[in-house]
């Protein structure tokens, strides 16, 4: 089974930037959408973005102009930049690939920490 990696969490103090990364280990069901995640302590798992294997990209109103999600599909890869970070971006980050249409799958990577002090 394809599984998602990802890495470039850490700590970082208001107004940084950091990058995450995330890596399958295989190739990926056609027509795939990779996305972003996140979940803050005692709070749902949020959507942050996502891009479709055709490059469709949809933005969560809350990171809107300070996050920027990319795909490689040839690579199986995705990042997302994350600018002008605040302190109520402190989450923990995973990655998601999703396939909707039959025959459906979903994937998701551990998680990646990342801090925000301020």
């Known amino acids: 089974q394809v599984q998602l990696v990802e890495s470039g969490g850490g700590s970082v103090q208001a107004g940084g930037s950091l990058k995450l990364s995330c890596a399958a280990t295989?190739?990926?069901?056609?027509?795939?959408?990779m996305g972003w995640y996140r979940q803050a302590p005692g709070k749902q798992r949020e959507f942050v973005a996502s891009?479709?294997?055709?490059?469709?990209?949809r933005i969560a109103d809350s990171v809107e102009g300070r996050f920027t999600i990319s795909r490689d599909n040839g690579k199986n890869t995705l990042d997302l930049q994350m600018n002008n970070l605040q302190p109520e971006d402190t989450a923990i980050y995973y990655c998601?690939?999703?396939?909707?249409?039959?025959?459906?799958?979903?994937?998701w990577g551990q998680g990646t920490q990342v801090t925000v002090s301020s």
């Open positions: 891009v479709t294997s055709g490059g469709t990209t």
């Open positions: 295989g190739r990926l069901p056609g027509a795939s959408t």
């Open positions: 998601r690939a999703q396939r909707a249409v039959t025959p459906t799958y979903t994937q």
